[in-house]
């Protein structure tokens, strides 16, 4: 048992040096997942006792046997995976639309410096608007639906991705630009070649930003117009009282939310493999 366990800790090690390096790197990792795993028990237990012994109000603050019943009651209905299934679709698309439009126009300004001086506090009036203030203007333009939910999605994140990406464009040393413009490097290659990957590890990080921004911006849109969804479901338990449903759809946002941002992590770690220290 404890070779077999030594050979996972160890798995990849190319010396000795290196297999102790991956054994306590690994470790570590292993005691910081059982942490969280043991303050996440420790937290459901604490509130399944509080809400049986009387000590916070189950109708206010439900409990996590309730929350898992109702679950359970949902799922055998079918409708709770139509709405998971929609809030998901309508939150992947607005993250890929806005971090996708958020690169192209950070790439626009930084190919024009007249752009960026002429664009610049426009951005800044942006960044600093409150989104959700558009609704009713998305409503009016979209219509009450999909059209709407998405494009609140895109314009939590298109401003925020532009400004992160471009400050990151010009970022980049500019000793590597001016050996390239010294070979006769073009400014098409001077971004393929060296801004675009130099700037990789940035996009990852506002892509991780981006997935809460897309939720909260569909999840914002659900509210105001949809009739499907789990900021639906949110709206509608808070309107009949039922704080379970409420609590239940905030916890399926929270996990459906880690699991999008754990694959943005897998992503990051396979783009940047060879930066890996293993």
């Not at 690994?26 to 509080?50: C, N, P, Q, Y």
């Not at 290659?189 to 990957?197: G, V």
Request: net charge positive; hydrophobic share 55%; proline share 3%.
């Amino acid at each position: 048992m404890m070779k077999w366990m030594d050979a996972r800790l160890t798995r990849g090690a190319k010396s000795e040096v290196h297999a102790r390096y991956l054994r306590r790197l690994r470790l570590m990792d292993g005691w910081v997942g059982t942490a969280r795993w043991v303050i996440l028990i420790i937290f459901l237990g604490g509130w399944e006792i509080s809400s049986r012994a009387g000590w916070i109000d189950p109708f206010l603050f439900s409990s996590p046997v309730r929350i898992w019943n109702l679950f359970l009651e949902m799922l055998s209905g079918g409708n709770l995976i139509h709405d998971i299934g929609v809030t998901i679709l309508e939150t992947v698309i607005g993250f890929i639309l806005g971090t996708a439009a958020g690169i192209a126009l950070a790439t626009l300004i930084w190919a024009s410096p007249f752009l960026s001086r002429v664009l610049d506090p426009y951005l800044v009036v942006l960044n600093s608007m409150p989104k959700v203030a558009l609704g009713p203007l998305f409503i009016v333009t979209f219509g009450a639906g999909f059209g709407s939910i998405l494009m609140m999605g895109v314009a939590i994140t298109i401003i925020i991705t532009t400004l992160v990406i471009h400050n990151s464009f010009q970022s980049v040393s500019t000793d590597y630009l001016k050996l390239a413009r010294s070979f006769g490097a073009t400014r098409w290659q001077l971004y393929t070649r060296i801004i675009f990957p130099a700037c990789i590890p940035d996009m990852i990080a506002a892509l991780k930003v981006n997935v809460g921004l897309a939720w909260v911006g569909v999840i914002v849109g659900e509210f105001l117009v949809s009739k499907n969804g789990l900021g639906y479901l949110i709206m509608y338990g808070f309107q009949v009282f039922n704080l379970t449903l409420v609590i239940m759809s905030l916890v399926i946002v929270a996990i459906c939310a880690t699991v999008m941002y754990e694959a943005v992590s897998r992503l990051e770690k396979y783009l940047l493999r060879h930066r890996n220290l293993e």
